[in-house]
């Protein structure tokens, strides 16, 4: 597979999280509705001078960001088309082709339509194609299956996975939250109204709480995932490496909340808040694309191990 390509891939994902940014930026300044029309801008492709109203800039350069990451998702899905050889690959460019058109046209209806739900959903749906990239990034990586030789895989495998689905709940959680308005819901932190468990006698609080406890749950994971993977496979560079990544991210996703509540949800650390579980995100599904790629060591490519090794591996 051609580093070029690969690498290409890798500048989508990271086009894709400044992306990602920005539109966080667009509903942190509430400026989703600074131009009510779509696909143009006030009727044209560039409105006059929309540089000089920072609504305006935040939600038309949003646009014209989008635009970019489409391109180049259309540049990437044809070069994967014509130099990929694995049918699956040549489809996951497809797909993430497909993926951009729908959330553009998502972001369009969610104008037009001044609809709070396709507002949540289009949050939702960038954070499915992060995913999406992310696994066509690791799909073109010129690195092919690695040898294991640590012990109870199948549990690390499952864990990430687990993580994976748990962190993408958890961003659902946010972004129904943030297009509550209810990331005030809850004053105070690290307790709820001086209590552990507040009153939940508004929707608000009871989104913002349940995305408390989601963050708690995701703790959990994160870190059984880094033990099972420093007890099992501390020799495994592949995997230790990003578990570090991860647990370092969570400390800062932490902390970001903290200051959302503190600091009264300005405006960038609420961005920053949302683009680091973004990239929590994506550095589990990495893990578990990882781990996925792992082969026990001793395991010939038709599925069959010596006998000796049988009782050494735990898959």
Request: charged share 10%; aromatic share 8%; net charge positive.
């Amino acid at each position: 597979m051609s580093t070029g390509l690969y690498r290409f891939a890798q500048a989508t994902v990271f086009a894709t999280l400044c992306l990602i940014f920005l539109g966080g930026m667009v509903t942190s300044k509430n400026a989703g509705l600074a131009v009510p029309d779509w696909p143009l801008s006030y009727g044209s492709i560039n409105p006059p001078g929309w540089l000089h109203i920072e609504n305006v800039r935040l939600e038309h350069g949003h646009r014209l960001f989008a635009e970019f990451v489409g391109l180049l998702i259309t540049i990437l899905a044809i070069l994967v088309w014509k130099y990929e050889t694995r049918p699956w690959v040549r489809w996951l460019g497809v797909a993430a082709f497909v993926g951009v058109c729908f959330q553009g046209v998502l972001g369009g209806l969610r104008v037009t339509q001044l609809s709070i739900t396709l507002a949540m959903a289009h949050g939702c749906m960038a954070q499915l194609f992060l995913c999406l990239v992310i696994t066509l990034a690791a799909a073109l990586s010129p690195r092919r299956d690695w040898e294991y030789f640590g012990r109870r895989l199948s549990l690390i495998r499952s864990l990430a996975w687990a993580l994976v689905g748990i962190l993408y709940c958890q961003l659902i959680l946010g972004a129904v939250m943030r297009h509550m308005h209810a990331g005030l819901a809850i004053p105070d932190f690290p307790f709820a109204f001086g209590k552990l468990i507040p009153t939940l006698d508004t929707p608000a609080i009871r989104i913002h709480f349940a995305h408390r406890v989601g963050a708690l749950v995701v703790t959990c994971t994160v870190l059984s995932l880094a033990v099972a993977i420093l007890v099992n496979a501390r020799k495994e560079p592949m995997l230790v490496r990003p578990i570090v990544v991860l647990v370092s991210l969570l400390v800062l996703q932490i902390a970001l909340g903290a200051h959302v509540i503190w600091l009264a949800r300005a405006p960038i650390p609420t961005t920053l808040h949302v683009l680091n579980g973004a990239i929590l995100l994506g550095a589990a599904l990495v893990i578990a694309l990882r781990a996925a790629r792992l082969k026990p060591h001793g395991f010939h490519l038709n599925g069959f191990a010596r006998p000796e090794l049988i009782s050494e591996v735990s898959v």
